[in-house]
């Protein structure tokens, strides 16, 4: 089976809210195997809302709508769907009583205003909610009258999409995330999960950092194949390039079993260069790999351009305490050989920004600290500043450690300066993460 989610409000349309509603609601589908064709947003517009309704329920088994169902002017969604259902809306005696006695455990009358929220179209069904006025609404619209009425029931992608029959279950939904996630769990979700017969969708997400989205794919061959169960695509954030991995099938047992499969296969095409899963940040996994072994290791850092944002990822990290204790921000070039004792000479012949120098601030800062690794980050962050020589986003990087000799490298990182620096430190904690794996860097 398959949904389609209809959020409805002008603050969506025009970016004012994030729909943070629709992707949760999709997380939730997928733990029953229902999959989502498509999101659509549409303004406060009952012309709008209408033929979005009848849009979305000629392709689909299930559409879940949210937002529009308040007490002001503005709020259209069930004078819409009575429209597209071409009944009148009724009066609910029951909900409007529980209105009154909500406003009056508050010490006052109720509005006249919110009676609009007593009311849902003939033939529907009200849904208590739980958390607030607004009540939700089923229905069930029927393809067959759709298209009687000379509405083209063609999916987003041109064809039919609804798997189960002639109809197609509407469920109204509040727009206020608690109102809505309430209802949805506790009278939306049974309804979806009986309908989909056990199915489920799992997914599971590996992440890697330093190739390209291409190069990636180019790794996973046919992993990627668009026919193949589970999928598995790329999606890329802030230079992390992730494997989506999503496995649908009848029971959660084959799926699980299929997932792994996929995973492992996923994994063996990528090697090390997959870092971490689901949620799992970077610094997350060189905080465990830095106090996995007898004893607690740690980092220090010395850092120029990214000003002190290669700290502030390790330290962001709870407990970051016994691995971090200490690091500098040496911007201007006097610091560098005030703080870390890079001398003056070798910054007036190789440039702040290079490799003899990063090196000379990793070791400084490690000859100063008890750690066992120090970390060091120089480079051009634009948007000022780059030459033909060293353009914006020349990055050197220096990992001095006391078990083995400096590594310096340079990297020509990609981005406006907020990119660069970001990139910069990943491409930090990704030197060690490597070092400590007692391997090279592949890139």
């Not at 290669?310 to 610091?335: C, H, V």
Request: glycine share 10%; with cysteine.
């Amino acid at each position: 089976m398959n949904a389609i989610i209809l959020s409805v409000g002008d603050e969506l349309v025009l970016g004012q809210t994030v729909d943070t509603n629709s992707a949760w609601l999709s997380q939730q589908l997928a733990r029953v195997g229902c999959e989502v064709s498509g999101h659509i947003t549409v303004p406060d517009s009952q012309q709008g809302i209408e033929q979005a309704i009848r849009d979305a329920a000629s392709g689909c088994d299930v559409l879940l709508m949210t937002g529009g169902i308040g007490p002001t002017a503005d709020d259209l969604t069930r004078q819409s769907l009575a429209a597209v259902m071409n009944e009148p809306l009724e009066l609910n005696e029951s909900w409007l009583a529980k209105l009154h006695d909500f406003f009056r455990a508050r010490g006052r009358a109720m509005p006249a205003l919110n009676r609009i929220q007593a009311m849902i179209p003939h033939g529907a069904e009200m849904i208590d909610n739980c958390c607030g006025t607004a009540a939700g609404i089923h229905a069930v619209l029927h393809r067959t009258t759709l298209l009687n009425r000379g509405i083209q029931a063609m999916s987003m992608h041109g064809e039919p999409r609804g798997e189960g029959g002639d109809t197609c279950d509407v469920f109204v939904m509040p727009g206020v995330p608690k109102e809505m996630k309430a209802m949805f769990e506790r009278d939306v979700l049974p309804f979806v999960a009986k309908r989909s017969g056990g199915a489920v969708i799992l997914s599971r997400t590996l992440h890697t950092f330093g190739l390209g989205e291409s190069a990636v794919a180019e790794m996973l061959g046919g992993l990627m194949d668009r026919t193949r169960n589970p999928s598995v695509g790329t999606t890329v954030s802030a230079g992390i390039v992730s494997l989506r991995i999503n496995s649908r099938f009848d029971t959660p047992a084959r799926a699980q079993a299929e997932l792994q499969q996929t995973e492992a296969l996923c994994r063996g095409a990528m090697g090390d260069l997959i870092y971490g899963a689901d949620e799992q940040t970077l610094p997350q996994v060189m905080a465990r790999m830095l106090l996995s072994s007898s004893r607690p290791m740690e980092l220090t850092t010395a850092e120029s351009c990214t000003g002190g944002l290669l700290a502030k990822m390790l330290t962001d990290i709870p407990g970051s305490s016994a691995y971090f204790r200490q690091g500098w921000i040496t911007y201007a070039n006097e610091a560098k050989t005030q703080m870390l004792g890079v001398p003056a000479d070798m910054i007036q012949r190789h440039g702040a920004v290079s490799q003899a120098v990063v090196g000379a601030m990793a070791r400084g800062a490690l000859d100063r600290t008890k750690a066992d690794f120090a970390l060091a980050i120089s480079g051009i962050a634009g948007p000022d500043g780059g030459t033909p020589e060293k353009p914006v986003g020349t990055v050197c990087i220096g990992l001095a450690s006391r078990s083995a000799d400096c590594v310096t490298r340079t990297f020509s990182l990609l981005g406006d300066r907020e990119m660069i620096r970001d990139r910069a430190c990943k491409m930090a904690l990704t030197m060690l993460r490597y070092h400590l794996l007692g391997k090279a860097m592949p890139f």
